[in-house]
């Protein structure tokens, strides 16, 4: 069955994918009347595949909107998506539209969760971290019938815009400065890549580019939890006890990249002559750090206020010929840890 994809399903479009009537749809829906479990199951099924999601503005036509963006994110701990945040909340507080945010912890399960009840009150748009997500949550976002805008990644196809940086490109272009730098006994600290897709694709991109030119990692360490100095620290100190031959430490964000700068200053070691750090995300809580920490910025606000223009662009004129793939571009600060040559 073919579904106009810019509007937002009704109880009719799974009512005439299962043959249920209306009527019963509502009812499995609602958990409500006596329905067989065969039928029970089988509306289920459909409306999951299809993307439905239950309107819970009372007595209003399936077509209402709110002037809520629904904006979902990761995390609200690691200094990284407040930014975004605020990018978002600069372009909107100049609209009748307002965000609200739900948060998913990387977990799919979560996301998806937070995803269908947020489109439940019929938000008049979608901001959503990253490229990844279930099955189910892709066909909610594919039905909701309004703008939808990925953020924070370009490297992959986006359910209809987005709004990032190529994290492949950003983990390459460090592997390259590193390597010009000099340094080539290289460890690596990070999250846990299954969770956090965007570390996982640095990692990728970072890995191939050493490759490129005959160097691997030497060691690495992962880590589950959020990104903290003490954890920065602990990860630090256990590497070179296990590798005291590495002149190089590349984490996956600037607080774990602060705690290994601040025991290795500690221990009284050379940063950079003896050891180079870099992390990512150009954090300005860290520039009070005694050494500034080398690292690449994430364009955090601007993809927030890109994301924003274009959901406020596409509701302004739905025919409007607005960009909706936009890669913006990081740079590498270079700070006090990464030796320039």
Not at 202 to 210: D, M, P, S, W
Not at 290 to 313: H, N, V, W
């Amino acid at each position: 069955m073919t579904l106009d994809t810019k509007r937002p399903l009704t109880l009719r479009d799974v009512s005439e994918a299962t043959g249920v009537s209306e009527m019963t749809v509502s009812r499995v829906l609602r958990n409500r009347g006596d329905v067989s479990d065969k039928t029970r199951q089988k509306v289920l099924v459909a409306a999951k595949e299809l993307g439905y999601v239950p309107n819970k503005i009372a007595g209003a036509l399936a077509s209402s909107r709110v002037n809520l963006v629904a904006v979902i994110i990761p995390s609200l701990s690691n200094m990284v998506f407040p930014e975004v945040l605020t990018g978002i909340n600069r372009i909107l507080e100049n609209t009748e539209l307002q965000p609200v945010v739900g948060v998913t912890d990387y977990i799919p399960e979560k996301e998806e969760k937070v995803l269908y009840e947020m489109l439940s009150w019929r938000p008049s748009g979608v901001i959503i971290a990253g490229l990844e997500h279930s099955e189910a949550a892709r066909a909610m976002l594919n039905a909701a019938g309004i703008p939808v805008v990925e953020i924070m990644d370009t490297d992959g196809k986006p359910v209809d815009a987005m709004v990032g940086i190529s994290h492949r490109r950003a983990g390459r272009e460090m592997a390259k400065a590193i390597l010009k730098a000099g340094y080539r006994h290289i460890g690596f600290m990070g999250t846990k890549m299954p969770l956090d897709h965007r570390a996982r694709k640095r990692f990728e991109g970072f890995t191939e580019a050493l490759a490129k030119e005959g160097v691997e990692i030497e060691d690495r360490a992962f880590y589950s939890g959020g990104s903290a100095l003490a954890k920065g620290r602990e990860m630090t100190q256990e590497m070179l006890e296990r590798s005291p031959d590495l002149d190089f430490l590349y984490y996956s964000n600037d607080m774990i990249g602060a705690g290994g700068l601040l025991h290795l200053l500690d221990q009284g070691i050379d940063v950079p002559g003896q050891i180079g750090l870099a992390g990512f995300n150009g954090v300005e809580l860290l520039q009070g750090l005694p050494r500034q920490l080398a690292t690449m910025d994430a364009c955090r606000q601007e993809i927030g206020r890109k994301a924003a223009e274009i959901i406020a662009a596409q509701l302004d004129d739905p025919e409007a010929d607005i960009e909706t793939r936009i890669t913006l571009t990081p740079t590498i600060s270079y700070g006090d840890t990464l030796k320039r040559r």
